[in-house]
């Protein structure tokens, strides 16, 4: 099936510094979302954007959902040991009158965090 | 609120033989269930979109003889994986969710290791 472009594909950092992961599309989607999948389970939603331009914070994470609706950035800011795993950005093009609430996922970003 | 199972955690099975996984919303109904297929070290495919009391949509490549899914409520969705191969080894991920006026959040499962010997 399709999937996204995400980049990079992995991020070696150290505790305490910044990350920036981002995904694009060929095509454009109404809806993005950021997940983190930590070994042997399933993705947990992180952040969800609705709007062009939308910018979105959880906590230390910031994502924003890109103005031609082709693409999405997350960071990830002052980074914890435990920021350790998968990240999957995920377009949706939800349609509350359609019935394709189907995701279309990124390859995924590992990130390493050294203490 | 939102939370997802999954039953079991991890099976291994012989070749041959079949092996059913249960996906269950604990605090919601669900309208709709998909089902994922993750290899190692790969990112989430969807197999197929489970709507309560309708036949499973399945996406391209995937065959719906093999991978047999029953929504039978709107809390519980099974994938059945008939006449298991060592190919079907892999982490089977199941998601949840009802639409909303203005989003579709879909919850995830932790996840079904099968490894079929």
């Known amino acids: 099936g399709q999937q996204l472009n995400q980049s990079p594909q992995s991020m070696f950092i150290q505790e305490g510094e910044d990350v920036s992961m981002n995904c694009t599309s060929s095509?454009?989607?109404?809806?993005w979302l950021w997940y983190k999948q930590d070994p042997g389970e399933g993705p947990v939603l992180l952040i969800a954007?609705?709007?062009?331009?939308e910018l979105t914070s959880n906590g230390r994470l910031t994502a924003q959902f890109g103005i031609t609706r082709k693409d999405s950035f997350l960071n990830i800011s002052a980074s914890i040991p435990s920021d350790v795993g998968i990240y999957f950005c995920?377009?949706?093009?939800?349609?509350?009158?359609?019935?394709?609430?189907?995701?279309?996922f990124g390859k995924g970003t590992l990130l390493t965090v050294n203490p | 609120g939102a939370v997802v199972s999954q039953h079991p955690s991890r099976v291994i099975c012989k070749s041959g033989t079949s092996v059913k996984i249960e996906c269950r919303s604990l605090?919601?109904?669900?309208?709709?269930m998909f089902w994922y297929r993750q290899f190692p070290k790969q990112s989430l495919m969807l197999m197929a979109t489970?709507?309560?009391?309708?036949?499973?949509?399945?996406e391209q490549g995937v065959e719906k003889d093999k991978f047999l899914i029953n929504h039978a409520s709107l809390t519980l969705s099974t994938l059945t994986v008939t006449s298991a191969h060592p190919e079907d080894s892999s982490f089977y991920i199941c998601s949840a969710g009802s639409p909303g006026t203005s989003s579709y959040e879909q919850y995830f499962g932790p996840g079904t290791r099968l490894t079929v010997t």
């Open positions: 095509s454009i989607f109404n809806t």
């Open positions: 489970s709507n309560e009391g309708s036949k499973a949509t399945y």
């Open positions: 605090d919601f109904q669900a309208t709709t």
């Open positions: 995920a377009g949706q093009n939800f349609n509350s009158g359609g019935s394709n609430y189907k995701l279309t």
């Open positions: 954007l609705y709007k062009a331009g």
